[in-house]
């Protein structure tokens, strides 16, 4: 008896010594529970910009609504008053809410037509400034293996002249429909007499090619320095539609002549004339 009360003893010995050794969960006294996964964060949603955006512009159209509507109602009802100050004072907000609003549409419509535009003429741009780099790398393995004095100097004009092709390509401005360097021509031949054709153009020409203005204005950008103002210039960008105040057409309503009774001047006669249009109207019924 001794042995087997001694033996359990041990057992229970160590089932407690593994017990104490258990690794402890943090214990939350809010909840009067354990917390399994450590503190938790909440993350707020995620608002898109266009919707804060869009949000603002209406809400400038309200405020503008608004205060239209409270100067005209200031104005017509002679039991609502306004102080001087108080009428000044919205008049200025309703003019500094104009003109943010006007500034809103105006950079909408800017961004609009800047992507269109942009995504219309992309790939004419990069085939044209992809075609410029080969042509100037091309000028500057010549110009290396060139020993001649004149045939350098000739190099160096061509080489000047290929920059500036490359510049305008990528500094062209953005808002301009772009004038390619190399066009394809509109004859009814085959891509590879087009190529030939290309090819014998720009051999004959080097110097100025698309739009041929705007070829010298890239040539003196990049002398003074200011390639990225012409590429971000506004000058190419069409003006606003001016929109006319809608007339509202007032539909003439045609009257439909109606029968009247004439008139009588005393209630016999009055009876005397519904009798004979009731008469006249029972002819031929069902004893005729």
Known sequence: MSYKRKHAEDLEGESSASKSFKKQRPFNAQNGARNHNGPRHHKRPHVSSDISTTTSTNALKSRIRDLKRLLAHVENVEGH???AGMRV???RELEACEHELKEKVEQTREAEYRTKIIGKYH???FFDRQKATRILKKLKKELASENDAAAKEDLEQKIHNAEVDVNYASFYPLLKPYS?????SKNGGSEGDDQEETKGKNKDQDGPKGDKDMWAAVERAMAEGTLNSL???KEALPVAPVQKAKKKQIKSQEVKPTKRIPEQKNRRERRAYEAEHAEDDSDGGFFE
Do not use: D, I
């Open 89 to 91: 004072e919205r008049e």
């Open 81 to 83: 008053k306004m102080s």
């Open 123 to 125: 790939q004419v741009r």
């Open 180 to 184: 390619s360097l190399y066009p394809k």
């Open 231 to 233: 590429r971000n210039s």
